[in-house]
Structure formats: C-alpha cells, structure tokens
C-alpha cells in the first residue's frame, strides 16, 4: 500500500460531474491536480448504505476545500454510467459537486493498494496530496465504517500550515514553536 512520502500515481478516468447527459461525463487526469492540492477519497460500491452519507458529507465541504485551493475528487470501482444513474435515483446525490471517478479497471486503486482482498472493492480510504503529488496523509476504514470529512479538512489545514501542529489542533490555533 502507497503511504506518506510515496508519489500519488498517474491515473486518466472517467467522472460523472452531473446528472445532465450532455455534460455528465469528463476525463480527469493526475494533470488536474497536478501543482495543488488534493483530496481523493474511495468509497467501496454505489447502491450501497454507508457510502452517501460519506459522500455527502465530503460534498458538503466543497466549499471550504475550494478555498484552501485543494481539489477534491471522490472515486470507486464503479463505472460512470453506474454512478450516474446512482446520482439520478439518489435525492441526496442529485447535486454533488464532487467529481465522481469511475476506477472501473481498478488501475488506481491497485496502484494505491487500497482493494479489499475479499471483495475487490475499494476500501474506504482517503488520501491528502500535496501540490508536488506526494501523499501527505492517508487514512483507511474498513469497509462498514464511515469517515470524518471534518477530520481530514483539519488535517489538510495542518499541513497547510507548514508548521508544526499539536494534537487536536484547529484552524487559527497557535502552532508548536520550537525554542
């Protein structure tokens, strides 16, 4: 598995980026992120129960990880068309913001190392990449626990910080000093 310190991997997918047709599906490439920063987040499957909610909580911070210039794109092993028609059936999902990256040959997840051995899934991992595309933080669930998209937004400001940050450190706190 791919941890801090190791380089992002190249990746080219498909994304559902809305629910219109004509403009439903786009190409995003590690060019995209290429010289910012990035959170990219793996879910295991669409349809699913726990999924949404992750989702949709991330999706709820869009705005703030656009103003700290960090793109967030959100992925699975499904393909487009499956995460779009889930987008259609899924009020909750109706209005996403986030991209949607269809990982459906597993390239990426497999080079991330990241796929259930049993399901051959994504598992629920999250990944803070720095604008030289190097990991910075990484978190993993398993697959029938969901994650804190607040936690990695104050994980990203930390890093952001390029200081040394204490535990629970927030946004606007004081950072270490070191005498």
């Known amino acids: 598995m791919l941890?801090?310190?190791?380089k992002f991997p190249e990746f080219n997918l498909k994304a559902c980026v809305s629910l219109d047709m004509a403009t439903?599906?786009?190409d995003i490439s590690s060019a995209d992120i290429k010289g910012k920063w990035a959170v990219v987040f793996f879910w295991p499957k669409d349809f699913t129960f726990v999924c949404p909610t992750e989702i949709v909580a991330y999706d709820a911070l869009h705005g703030e990880f656009a103003d700290r210039d960090t793109v967030l794109l959100g992925a699975s092993t499904d393909?487009?068309?499956v995460h779009h028609?889930?987008?259609t059936h899924h009020a909750d999902l109706n209005g996403l913001k986030t991209p949607m990256l269809?990982?459906?040959?597993?390239d990426l997840a497999r080079a991330l190392g990241i796929l259930d051995k049993q399901e051959e899934v994504a598992l629920r991992a999250t990944?803070?990449?720095?604008?030289?595309?190097?990991?910075r933080h990484?978190?993993?669930n398993d697959l029938s626990v969901g994650r804190n998209p607040?936690?990695?937004l104050r994980t990203l400001d930390a890093f952001q910080t390029d200081e040394l940050c204490p535990c629970n450190w927030n946004k606007g706190d004081d950072v270490l000093k070191v005498a």
């Open 127 to 135: 990944f803070v990449v720095d604008p030289e595309g190097i990991i």
């Open 138 to 140: 990484v978190t993993i």
């Open 24 to 26: 439903a599906f786009k």
């Open 79 to 81: 393909n487009e068309f």
């Open 85 to 87: 028609a889930w987008r």
């Open 150 to 152: 607040q936690e990695t």
């Open 3 to 6: 941890t801090v310190g190791d």
């Open 102 to 106: 269809a990982d459906i040959r597993k």
